[in-house]
């Protein structure tokens, strides 16, 4: 049985995250706290509103209220990395070669290594930002579709339409879809190549949580009282193909989605702090922890898959050890 430790904190928990071996939590009155021979916090924003681990999982980068975009490492130290006076910074992705993605309004802004800011100016508010798997290149959601940008170029930029919010993005790791959640409870994506659209929908809710498996075939989403798990193996992506669903209970949403690193198995939260397992091959599920205070709002599994990070919109936050 897999074996709970948990963390009682106070606010809304949007960030849990494995820094290395180090289990990072963080919330919205933006403090951080981490695990480390005891526990340890640091406030780095008034008022965190976003946050993405880098791409080789050595920091947190995050953005607050404050304009603030700060880079946390494992150690605990942080570094502000740019700063906007007056101005949230509401959407942040993570990019490779230690870039990272931020918005501003209407704006989205690459910061490269070296400190270089990119901006790219958009017709609406930014309301999601992602990293192409390959190359310097974002796409930024907003109202009617979204706007890709090549950082460092001064290509046109490539929209991609489609009426309605959008409110985040996520490339597919093979780089050959983006998919967007929308305000009308249904997911919209796009194949890049010939722009082909692709209409998932019939979601009781907003779609807040997306996680691609490992090997990209597949997308879980929250949404609905289980985890739809969207099929991307063909060269048409989801179309034309019914999801899984996986881990459904008739009485609560599933508020959170996790894919394992290496198996396709999914970790779902729920809208009473129960969290399960369900392999998507045969549906299989594997109760992880009892119900809690409330919503789960963040999961994460560290790089080896044994161990599973999580945070709840009440402050109930913990580890889950697989190896127990």
């Known amino acids: 049985m897999p074996t709970v430790a948990?963390?009682?904190?106070?606010?809304?928990?949007?960030?849990?995250?494995?820094?290395?071996?180090?289990?990072?939590?963080?919330?919205?009155?933006?403090?951080?706290?981490w695990l480390d021979h005891g526990k340890k916090s640091?406030?780095?924003h008034d008022g965190l509103l976003c946050g993405a681990v880098d791409w080789q999982g050595r920091s947190?980068?995050?953005?607050?209220?404050?304009?603030?975009?700060?880079?946390t490492a494992e150690d605990g130290t942080s570094e502000t990395l740019a700063e906007n006076p007056g101005k949230w910074i509401n959407c942040i992705a993570a990019g490779p070669r230690d870039s990272v993605a931020f918005s501003t309004g209407r704006s989205s802004v690459v910061r490269t290594a070296d400190g270089t800011l990119a901006e790219f100016?958009?017709?609406r508010t930014v309301e999601g930002l992602a990293f192409a798997p390959k190359?310097?290149?974002?796409?930024?959601?907003?109202?009617?579709?979204?706007?890709?940008?090549?950082a460092g170029m001064k290509a046109q930029a490539v929209e991609l339409e489609w009426k309605g919010a959008h409110n985040q993005v996520s490339f597919s790791p093979d780089g050959n879809y983006v998919v967007s959640s929308m305000q009308e409870n249904a997911l919209h994506g796009w194949r890049l190549g010939d722009g082909k659209h692709m209409r998932m929908s019939g979601y009781p809710a907003k779609v807040k949580s997306l996680s691609w498996s490992a090997?990209?075939?597949w997308l879980a989403s929250s949404g609905a009282p289980a985890a739809v798990v969207w099929p991307f193996s063909g060269k048409d992506g989801p179309m034309g193909k019914a999801p899984l669903q996986l881990g459904t209970r008739g009485d609560c949403a599933v508020t959170c989605?996790?894919?394992?690193?290496?198996?396709?198995?999914?970790?779902?939260?729920?809208?009473?702090?129960?969290?399960?397992?369900?392999?998507?091959s045969d549906g299989k599920e594997a109760p992880l922890r009892r119900g809690g205070k409330g919503a789960i709002s963040a999961l994460q599994w560290n790089g080896k898959g044994l161990q599973l990070a999580f945070g709840a919109e009440s402050g109930d936050c913990g580890i889950i050890d697989l190896t127990a």
């Open 60 to 71: 947190l980068l995050t953005g607050g209220e404050d304009g603030k975009i700060v880079r």
């Open 6 to 33: 948990p963390l009682d904190l106070e606010g809304h928990c949007l960030i849990a995250a494995f820094l290395g071996t180090v289990p990072f939590f963080a919330l919205a009155d933006g403090s951080v706290h």
């Open 135 to 150: 190359g310097l290149r974002i796409a930024a959601a907003r109202y009617n579709g979204l706007s890709l940008h090549w």
């Open 121 to 123: 100016p958009e017709a």
């Open 215 to 217: 090997k990209g075939k």
């Open 257 to 280: 989605v996790a894919c394992h690193p290496a198996d396709d198995v999914v970790a779902i939260g729920y809208s009473d702090g129960m969290i399960q397992a369900a392999r998507i």
């Open 42 to 44: 640091a406030t780095i």
